[in-house]
């Protein structure tokens, strides 16, 4: 049989409801902001220049009317030593350090050893052959594998880094043999 009484809410019921929607209403009108964003007045700083004509990217190291100096930064091969060979070749899927490369290491060792304040990053890279991960981890061995010669040549660990970069920056681009040959190496990069 059909209840009537049952549906029709009771007293504490209706207090309930209406505290509940005075809440929400009080947590809407929370939200609400009185900032205008749309009075805020636009004050142009851009100035008429830079004194002295610094050009693009503030090069002369002029300060600009807004307080920013430029910055002089040097190339990648700013820092390098010169007349030395800073590459080492692997075979591949390899990464041992072949004996044609003990000239190269060695030189580079006597130079980490006479300035002890330089450092050096041992980039390792792979060809395109292999999977992703599987080449960075290539990469790895190869740069730690140089790592650990420039070690036994005297270099301290400190001094050195080695990093894996993979298939992801070829020295060459190609799919032949002589493309792969050149890009499974480890570049020996001053900072």
């Known amino acids: 049989m059909f209840n ?4 029709v809410p009771s007293t504490a019921h209706r207090t309930v409801r209406a505290v509940a929607v005075l809440g929400l209403v009080a947590v809407l009108a929370a939200c609400g902001s009185n900032v ?17 004509g610094a050009g693009a990217g503030g090069q002369s190291g002029a300060v600009d009317p807004r307080g920013v100096s430029g910055v002089s ?6 820092a390098q030593p010169n007349a030395m060979s800073r590459i080492v070749y692997f075979d591949y899927d390899s990464f041992e350090v072949k004996g044609d490369f003990a000239a190269v290491l060695e030189t580079n060792a ?9 450092r050096v990053n041992l980039e390792g ?15 790895q061995k190869r740069s730690e594998a140089v790592r650990r010669s420039l070690s036994l040549l005297g270099v301290q660990e400190s001094q050195m880094e080695a990093v894996s970069f993979g298939e ?4 060459q681009t190609g799919f032949d043999e002589a493309a792969f040959s050149k890009n499974r190496r480890v570049e020996l990069t001053y900072r």
């Open 4 to 7: 009537a009484s049952a549906f």
């Open 36 to 52: 205008k964003l749309d009075d805020v007045p636009v004050v142009d700083r851009t100035g008429t220049g830079v004194a002295g």
């Open 73 to 78: 930064v040097g190339g990648d091969n700013a």
């Open 110 to 118: 006597r130079y980490l050893n006479a300035n002890r304040s330089r």
């Open 125 to 139: 890279h792979t060809d395109e052959r292999g999977g992703r991960e599987y080449n960075l981890a290539l990469g």
């Open 168 to 171: 992801e920056k070829p020295a």
